[in-house]
DNA sequence: CGACAATGTGTAA
DNA sequence: TACACCTTGTCGA
């Protein structure tokens, strides 16, 4: 998935491309018809982000709310004055793989959204552009009071890092026994970290994965909030889950290569950018866990 | 072409 | 702990 900082980019996308515009919604595949019918002829007020949730609020207090899941994805669509309108760069697709790629559609041939090519189960519409959604886990019509209520079940989001945030997660790590990666995955401990994110801010801050979350140091506890703020707003900007710098990059890069852009995840059995230990994989609770041992030690 | 894994979560056993 | 969800990219035959 999407992890929370591709949620925040769709937030954005959805309040410059379609704020304050009345949406046609449908389901060219069916399952979300009955959904699509109680919002299609409203206008979009406003988009909101919480972690991996995202919410679009209509003007007669109905809610969208999407949850992207694992494959979860938006792709986007328009004339040059909804693509002008997007504040992130226009991305044609926003989810589980981000892409610029323009579409054969697009620009000035515009003239309403294609064909729907497979399982769309949204299409919101404005007079300028479109949206699809595919393959989210959640997508439903919900009240202001559902709304309330699931965003109750999260814990803080470093990407909104609002006053008294960091001390709420250090207090929500620090209750429980678990290990620490388990918790860093736990939405209501910390709400948009997902794999990737868990394990390269445990590698940054040499925090041993396995270690009980009632044993983190809250000072420590304190540098991984810091360090997820850091690096999933770097996130937001580029579309992009880079967390190591570019004294690890090829001379001369501007953007890390795939390769180099993480320090542990998928590196299982190559050598730590650091020490040189093989890095670790283990299975935690059904997820694939990298670490160094060497590293991340305690 | 089929098998499989993937940035996730909810539910049942 | 297992698997259901049900999309898409990648890799091997």
Redesign the pocket.
């Known amino acids: 998935?999407?992890?929370g900082h591709?949620i925040h980019r769709l937030a954005r996308q959805f309040q410059d491309v379609f704020g304050g515009q009345q949406l046609d919604v449908s389901s060219p595949?069916g399952?979300f018809a009955a959904g699509a019918h109680l919002l299609t002829g409203h206008t979009l007020v406003e988009a909101l982000a919480h972690?991996?949730q995202l919410f679009l609020r209509f003007d007669h207090g109905l809610y969208l709310h999407v949850?992207l899941?694992?494959?979860g994805?938006w792709s986007f669509g328009g004339d040059d004055s909804f693509t002008g309108a997007s504040s992130i760069g226009a991305p044609r697709r926003v989810g589980?793989?981000e892409t610029g790629k323009a579409t054969s559609e697009d620009g000035k041939g515009y003239s309403g959204p294609p064909a729907p090519v497979?399982?769309v189960r949204v299409r919101l519409v404005s007079a300028h552009g479109w949206a699809d959604l595919?393959?989210a886990?959640t997508c439903a019509v919900i009240t202001a009071a559902e709304a309330a209520t699931v965003l109750g079940r999260l814990g803080p989001d470093p990407l909104h890092n609002k006053p008294g945030d960091r001390e709420e997660f250090i207090r929500r790590l620090r209750r429980r026994k678990t290990a620490v990666a388990m918790l860093l995955?736990d939405?209501s401990v910390l709400a948009g970290v997902?794999?990737?994110y868990r394990a390269e801010v445990l590698f940054r801050q040499g925090v041993d994965p396995h270690l009980p979350g009632n044993k983190v140091a809250a000072a420590v506890a304190g540098r991984l909030w810091d360090d997820a703020v850091a690096v999933m707003s770097d996130g937001v900007r580029s579309g992009r889950?880079v967390t190591t710098p570019r004294a690890l990059w090829p001379a001369g890069t501007e953007v890390a290569p795939d390769a180099d852009a993480h320090y542990v995840y998928?590196r299982n059995g190559l050598p730590c950018r650091t020490c040189g230990t093989a890095v670790g994989l283990a299975e935690m609770?059904?997820?694939?866990l990298y670490w160094c041992p060497g590293c991340q030690s305690s």
């Open positions: 998935m999407p992890e591709s595949q399952r972690g991996k949850h899941g694992l494959y994805a589980e793989r497979g399982a595919r393959g886990t995955m939405q997902g794999n990737i889950i998928k609770a059904g997820r694939k």
